[in-house]
């Protein structure tokens, strides 16, 4: 009945993938003319939060192992609460910009998880390499968020942090359960549900 | 950019090689599977390879007697692992199982398979322990984050319905985001706790092991995925209302969670125990809800209404007592009932260990509802003729204190067994399943 996981990894590629084109678009164009619709002000928290909210079912449905499970917990509870703080934001509902902060801090939390939920090495196998490289892509790109709390009008820090969610997003699609793309497959292959 | 573009072509480029570590996907017999013909061997399947010493696997019968025939081995690359066992009679068994990923982790886990009958749930394994001290705070805590909420949440939308001020409804706001967001972090430590009764490991190895066999096949399991799914509902609903002003949203929001009070009572005492029965499971939502709406309502007067918004006090006091009274002889009954389910016989009370926590937390609530009693004899004519006493709000809080201390009692009672009770047939059954 469930999907598997590399499937559900791509869908969650597609969100961020999403976010990060928006965030990108916005950099591009300036933060004025993105948000002369007021609706796209809401774009990126919005789909941040529902991602977040559609990360409960991850979490209860897949718990072949505890840490998996506490994993995307954090991960669900993070990207709700950086949707949260930005729509609060926009709304005029939270005036202090230092609630930005939220943002970095949600990179951070879902790269230690990827980190710390991981425990081969890089060249253990593709699942671990796509972990490692997510896990260190979101640590390092906190940093655009990070910085873009204090200089918001910077769009080289803006578009570095749509850069990094679509980076994201090209790491979970590499997410696959057999995969002979450029190689082949492994012996150790396997094909059932995994994180 | 050129390192992000490296680092994409290499994942792309290396071996497709499964996932962080071994899972495992199928058990033969599977968990909680009722058989006619008894295996002759126990077989897991891996989606990676493992590694096995001779004690990997081990199937116990409900009293540990050792069941297996044979040392535990590997094929299939290490995919495929299996045991031998003898000639299984008719009952319940216990699988436990240990090995050791490729990467040098060791993944464990425990299922229970029945032949000829059916078997009970992995936390009644042989060598599950039962619910801890720990486990009883960590409910009780689920209890008052639930009494935030949906106390909170009925009182905001009965009590105070469209008289909230701004500055009462940002203080209310943050009382039930306290209650939904304990309710999920309580709710995934309660689970965790759980399976680590069923499944004996220290911290560090229980996180590598497997709770599907706790989540999918318990009710306990069942509770927790229909309540953390729903709670994360119920928390975006109250952030969406919050954001938007608009408290027609809280109405979903306290139906579900009061529905969600439910998931308590179908993985407790009432689902499982001697006399269960649809009716039980009602009572016990309906004891459970009340209780929230009450304890939750307090603190919302005590803490919210009195010091924010004064000229809400009389009228919220009011018709939160009118709400009182109905919740309380809801609790009474619906507790009157539990009461003579679990304990027929009044010598229960003290001969019993159950007995003696369910009198403890007679004498508390007693306490609460003549603490609410006076309230209502006392302050509410003083109210109703403009003399408010001094010193309500703090007589409040300490009322819903002491229905705190009522709901640890709770905690500890759910987590208890009742009283064996001769069962029609003769034999003695008790709480079980959960």
């Not at chain 1, 896990?135 to 080289?156: D, N, Q, Y």
């Not at chain 2, 886990?109 to 619910?131: D, I, K, L, M, Q």
């Not at chain 2, 399976?195 to 229980?206: E, K, N, T």
């Not at chain 2, 009450?294 to 709400?323: N, T, Y």
Request: aromatic residues 10%; contains cysteine.
């Amino acid at each position: 009945m469930m999907p598997p996981a590399e499937v559900v990894h791509w869908m969650f590629g597609t969100g961020f993938l999403f976010l990060g084109l928006c965030l990108l678009a916005e950099a591009i164009v300036g933060r004025e003319v993105w948000r002369a619709r007021a609706w796209r002000a809401y774009l990126w928290p919005s789909v941040a939060f529902l991602m977040g909210l559609l990360m409960w079912p991850v979490m209860v449905f897949f718990t072949s192992s505890a840490v998996h499970m506490l994993a995307h917990g954090a991960w669900a509870q993070v990207m709700m609460l950086a949707g949260a703080t930005q729509l609060a934001l926009v709304r005029g509902k939270l005036r202090n910009e230092l609630w930005n902060l939220a943002v970095p801090a949600a990179l951070l939390v879902s790269g230690a998880a990827f980190l710390i939920h991981e425990q081969n090495p890089w060249l253990f196998s593709r699942s671990a390499f796509l972990h490692h490289a997510l896990g260190w892509t979101a640590i390092v790109g906190a940093m655009f968020p990070l910085a873009s709390t204090f200089r918001p009008r910077s769009p080289v820090l803006r578009g570095g942090f749509a850069f990094v969610l679509v980076a994201v997003a090209v790491l979970l699609f590499c997410d696959r359960n057999v995969a002979p793309i450029f190689g082949h497959l492994s012996p150790l292959a396997g094909s059932g549900p995994g994180s | 950019m050129r390192a992000l573009a490296a680092a994409t072509l290499a994942a792309l480029a290396l071996p497709a090689a499964a996932f962080a570590h071994a899972n495992l996907v199928k058990r033969e017999p599977s968990f909680g599977q009722r058989v006619e013909t008894a295996p002759r061997q126990i077989v897991l399947h891996f989606d990676q390879g493992v590694i096995v010493v001779p004690q990997s696997v081990q199937v116990k019968t409900q009293r540990g007697v050792p069941m297996t025939a044979g040392p535990t081995r590997t094929a299939k690359n290490g995919k495929l692992v299996s045991v031998p066992v003898r000639r299984l009679p008719t009952g319940a068994y216990t699988v436990r199982w240990q090995v050791t990923s490729l990467e040098g982790h060791v993944l464990s886990g425990v299922y229970t398979f029945g032949v000829r009958r059916n078997p009970p749930p992995p936390t009644e394994a042989f060598g599950a322990s039962g619910p801890t001290g720990t486990e009883d705070v960590v409910r009780w805590g689920l209890f008052l984050a639930l009494a935030l909420l949906v106390g909170g949440l009925g009182f905001r939308l009965i009590v105070v319905g469209d008289r909230a001020t701004p500055q009462l409804d940002r203080r209310f706001y943050l009382v039930a985001a306290a209650g939904v967001i304990g309710a999920l972090e309580l709710g995934i430590a309660g689970f965790i706790l759980r399976a680590s009764d069923a499944l004996q490991l220290p911290f560090g190895r229980l996180l590598y092991g497997d709770l599907s066999p706790l989540a999918q096949g318990t009710r306990f399991g069942l509770a927790f995925i229909v309540m953390t799914l729903g709670f994360g509902l119920v928390a975006a609903l109250v952030f969406l209302s919050w954001l938007t002003e608009r408290a027609a949203l809280l109405w979903p929001a306290f139906a579900l969670s009061l529905g969600l009070c439910s998931g308590l009572s179908l993985s407790g005492h009432s689902a499982v125990d001697t006399g269960a029965s649809w009716r039980s499971e009602l009572a016990d939502w309906v004891h459970l809800s009340a209780a929230c709406l009450w304890i939750g309502g307090l603190v919302q007067l005590g803490l919210v209404v009195w010091p924010l918004a004064p000229e809400l006090r009389r009228e919220a006091f009011l018709r939160f007592s009118r709400l009182a009274a109905v919740l309380v002889a809801l609790l009474v009954g619906a507790g009157a009932y539990l009461a003579y389910l679990r304990l027929p016989e009044a010598s229960d009370l003290w001969e019993e260990p159950y007995g003696r926590v369910l009198a403890i937390k007679l004498v508390l609530a007693a306490l609460a509802l003549g603490w609410g009693g006076l309230h209502r004899l006392v302050v509410r004519p003083m109210l109703e003729r403009g003399e408010p006493p001094a010193g309500l709000s703090r007589s409040l809080l300490g009322e819903g204190a002491v229905g705190m201390a009522v709901l640890l009692v709770a905690a500890v009672l759910v987590n208890a067994n009742p009283p064996r009770r001769p069962a029609p047939g003769g034999s003695a059954t008790v709480g079980a399943a959960r």
